[in-house]
């Protein structure tokens, strides 16, 4: 057997403590996705069994159950729309949590169902759905529904337009009634599910790193102890002395089974070498961090009620350590708002200005005269307007006018999917218009913010949309109310990238109404003004609007009848439809006439230029991914300040081939090598960086690393991945980190080391599958600048603080062996070594990494090139590393020498003539080492509360009362009283006294001076801006309350207040200033004050 040098529960205790205070985090965690399950599966829904309704729980709907679902519930599984309180059969519901999409989306029952509203009359139904095996496709659905009346069987198609995903939520509809053709785990969101994979932060990996190298330690120290002790017992008399004398079964044993045990005993004495405590602490640090994101007023958002959110606490520290950041456009940089602002009809461009169309020039109809040419926005107060609300110009012209552009509003008005509130259009359907409801009252949903812009700004010129009424489109033109029976609707795809719809006139004529990008609808068209149209449409673009082109085509019956046969066929073929149906689109899509274009605005976000300024300051590059077309992606970088005016924009698109692409970035190379420009810009589309991340990755990887901004355009959702990852396992392994907004985001984000969510208009997708949420993109400024550097410091020194301390606690024990023959003799009381870490030296170090400010919040975020000073993960480096651990090995040194100088060969230091003994030794160099770790906290702590003060101060004075209660008494449970009554005699000496304020010192003092030549001769630019701040009107940056302008006498009464916390903001002095570029107001709860900004 081993003898063990300490006690069982003295090395088990600690690792006891770290793994239950793991255990309840985790199981805390678990127990938090347990209840939320609970509440999903347990939700209460209805279903229609034996012709009535029966409560059930989610969880036990099966295949086939009819369920009820009434308005603002959620979907419990993939349902088939059988029918609505609406008597086309009708629902409109949102899809947030599944795409991101916030709009209303509409879904049909069939014809056969739909009349069946009541329990009743669907215990009658009897027919069978057939259908594809479930898949995560959320837009793809084919099926169909074979209906038995009256002993015919009718067969009807089912698409996506039928089903009901479970997780969307019914909306503007009372109640529906469907099927349950998927559940459980086969729905097509439970489909869609990904495990997230596990992201590991810089500081961990350095850690782990640390952790490999004190393990040497901890092993070399054993192999060194073991091979001296036998060194040391060759000789007889140290082998085996008279007053240890060995047993028979001990000199008989074998030699390498003596040395392994010995070398194992070792092994347990030193092992608290190795900071077990540190992972808790550090899982503490990173939980109870986490709050302060929360907390922080700064990162709320007044308007849509939003603080941040905190969804993964072990990165916090990562956001002080980014090196690029990617970022959606769409909804990200602008607020996702679409405004209408210009179009292109018949050739003239208008722009509306105060709910009129105002001309750019001349009409055909019209005279040189009377419609001024627009040379600039400037003249726009001069320009005769072309029309008000309802285009009236002159008495003269207006029948004219109307004729020409009616057609256009006309297919801005019926060609889109948008729907109404229905509280809003209570007893407009069927009925007349009513005057007294104006158009601004009425309230669309749409499934794209274009389509509400467009429709919102054809309402305000006279064109206005009622709603829809079972088949019929309702359009008031001028104040005569049309209704349009709304024959097919061709839905909108990516590959066609274009909608139509075909409607049938009041008058009896057959329209198809085609919207869509100009790629895809000017190819398509064979009249109209095309060339001139596709100018309007680039300026648009370079403005930075979103353009969409208008088209009709004039349908004759026979036309119409062959249309609608090929749409039946291929709508109810279960054998390849989705390529039927794309080849009937095809042929429907043809022979368009151009009525013109249109282009919404979509706002910059607030304070974004600032925002990706600060952030270049910061060394971070920006790279913006979008699915937006090339134009317009430009042009939004130049207004956000993505792209400088004065950059040199290079270009890689429209490669069609490996050979060409590859020679296209061969010439970018040279450029960026012969242009003595100092900033380079990079645009680069989907196509083309196909081709790029194919073959010629490090080419590419070459070019884009020596350009400032890069801008990735017509971008799919996997491809922004690909750029990340590719980023990523890039040679210099940059940390990484991606921005957005919606669903098509959620893969970047999860790629990023560190994934950050918009809670914005496209759902909450993005939001809940980041590491962290926050309202608007300003936000990422205080996010990175203030708590990102903050967190970064904070668990950076924990780290370094951790091993530090356990080396001045292990490095004595291991020198003690010197003088006790290798005997395994332990220095410390078995109490003492438990306690250690859990008690006397555990409190500073935590308090110091949730609370420690070493800089004002406000340098931080005003100054963002102090982030350049904690990049590259500085402050865990190997030679910082190196610095605290040599810095451990030298207090450990004084610890043990200074007492053995001091007091090793004193006789007369008690009273009484007694010497001291290996327990009081030991006590007097624990009693010193706690006492330095503690000081040489509060040495590296810059921002003081009264918390500081408490634990600080708190952990010395507890360890002496601890310790003369624990000497104080003989405890009956304890084998040996080795410590009785150790500590007061140890106390009695005054030598003892100024033995431990003079080690103290001494370990201080080299401490201070490196500091002291470290400031002076190669300060940070983070000192520099302490030191500036300090000059400035802040009088004391390690205070919470900082005083000026005061005697000095009053100065130490202030700073004894604060040491007790009392803290009087009446006093307070601070050098933040209204003119703050990002923030005017801070009400961060990282100051740990109520003060505002008027107050300081």
Known sequence: MIDTPTSPITSGLPLFFVITVTAIKQGYEDWLRHNSDNEVNGAPVYVVRSGGLVKTRSKNIRVGDIVRIAKDEIFPADLVLLSSDRPDGSCHITTASLDGETNLKTHVAVPETAVLQTVAHLDTLVAVIECQQPEADLYRFM???????????????????????????????????GVAVYTGMETKMALNYKSKSQKRSAVEKSMNTFLIIYLIILISEAIISTILKYTWQAEEKWDEPWYNQKTEH?????????????????????????PISLYVTVEMQKFLGSFFIGWDLDLYHEESDQKAQVNTSDLNEELGQVEYVFTDKTGTLTENEMQFRECSINGIKYQEINGRLVSEGPTPDSSEGNLSYLSSLSHLNNLPHLASSSFRTSLENETELIKEHDLFFKAVSLCHTVQISNVQTDGIGDGPWQSSLAPSQLEYYASSPDEKALVEAAARIGVVFIGNSEETMEVKILGKLERYKLLHILEFDSDRRRMSVIVQAPSGEKFLFAKGAESSILPKCIGGEIEKTRIHVDEFALKGLRTLCMAYRHLTSKEYEVIDRRLFEARTALQQREEKLANAFQFIEKDLILLGATAVEDKLQDKVRETIEALRMAGIKVWVLTGDKHETAVSVSLSCGHFHRTMNILELINQKSDSECAEQLRQLARRITEDHVIQHGLVVDGTSLSLALREHEKLFMDVCRNCSAVLCCRMAPLQKAKVIRLIKISPEKPITLAVGDGANDVSMIQEAHVGIGIMGKEGRQAARNSDYAI??????????????????????????????????????????????LFSQQTLYDSVYLTLYNICFTSLPILIYSLLEQHIDPHVLQNKPTLYRDISKNRQLSIKTFLYWTILGFSHAFIFFFGSYFLMGKDISLLGNGQMFGNWTFGTLVFTVMVITV???????????????????????????????????????FSDSQNMYFVFFQLLSSGSVWFAIILMVVICMFLDIVKKVFDRQLNPTNTEKAQLTEKNSSIKCVDSMCCFSGETACASVGRMLERVIGRCSPGHVSRSWSASDPFYTNDRSILTLSTMDSSTC
């Not at 001990?250 to 070792?266: G, T, W």
């Not at 990102?788 to 062996?817: D, E, M, S």
């Not at 634990?951 to 009362?961: A, K, L, N, R």
């Open 775 to 820: 309202a608007r993109f300003k936000f990422l400024s205080k996010l990175l600048f203030v708590h990102g550097h903050f967190y970064y410091i904070r668990i950076a020194t924990l780290v370094q603080y951790f091993f530090y301390k356990n080396v001045c606690f292990i490095t004595p024990q291991f020198l003690y062996q010197f003088y006790c």
């Open 143 to 177: 099926g169909r529904m074979i209906i038995t009346q009256q002993m015919e069987e009718i067969v009807r198609p089912l698409g996506p337009e039928s089903l009901l995903l479970r997780g969307a939520r019914l909306k503007n509809t009372k109640e529906i009634f």
């Open 250 to 274: 001990q000199r008989n044993s074998s030699k390498i089974l003596r040395f392994i045990s010995d070398f194992l005993a070792f092994l347990v004495l030193y092992n608290f070498i190795i």
């Open 934 to 972: 503690t000081v040489k906290m509060a040495l590296e702590t810059h921002f003081w509360t009264w918390i500081n003060h408490l634990v600080t101060w708190g952990s010395i004075i507890f360890y002496f009362v601890f310790s003369l209660f624990y000497g104080g008494i003989l405890w009956p």
